[in-house]
C-alpha cells in the first residue's frame, strides 16, 4: 500500500522559510522520481520540483526557481523540500507525488 505522508507546513510571513517533509512507503522509493505539488485557491494543481531518484536532477517551477529546493534522503525514503524568500504568493497546499499517488497536503499559508 502507497503512503505519502506530508509534513512541515505551517503560517510564516513574507521572506521567512520553511521545510517541508514527504514520508513514503509502499514502493521502491529508491528507483524513482519524485515531485511537490501545490494547489493554492481557486487556482489548478502545479508542479513546483522535481528530483530524480538519485537525486542527481532536479528541476523547478518558473516561480519558485531560486527560493526552492528539493533533496530526497533515500536511506529514510524521504524527499524535502526546501522554500526560502517566501512570498504571499506561495499560499498553497503542498502534495508530494508519485505517479499517481497522492498525500494528502500539507498547508503553507505566507502571510503577515
Known amino acids: 500500500q502507497v503512503r505519502l505522508v506530508e509534513s512541515g507546513g505551517g503560517l510564516v510571513q513574507p521572506g521567512g522559510s520553511l521545510r517541508l517533509s514527504c514520508a513514503a512507503s509502499?514502493?521502491?522509493?529508491?528507483?524513482?522520481?519524485m515531485n511537490w505539488y501545490r494547489q493554492a485557491p481557486g487556482k489548478e494543481r502545479e508542479l513546483v520540483a522535481t528530483?530524480?531518484?538519485?537525486?542527481?536532477?532536479?528541476d523547478y517551477a518558473d516561480s519558485v526557481k531560486g527560493r526552492f529546493s528539493i533533496s530526497r534522503d533515500n536511506a529514510k525514503n524521504t524527499v524535502y523540500l526546501q522554500m526560502n524568500t517566501l512570498k504571499p504568493t506561495d499560499t498553497a497546499v503542498y502534495y508530494c507525488?508519485?505517479?499517481?499517488?497522492w498525500g494528502n497536503g500539507t498547508l503553507v499559508t505566507v502571510s503577515s
Open positions: 507525488n508519485w505517479y499517481t499517488y
Open positions: 509502499g514502493f521502491i522509493f529508491t528507483d524513482n522520481r
Open positions: 528530483i530524480t531518484n538519485t537525486g542527481g536532477s532536479t
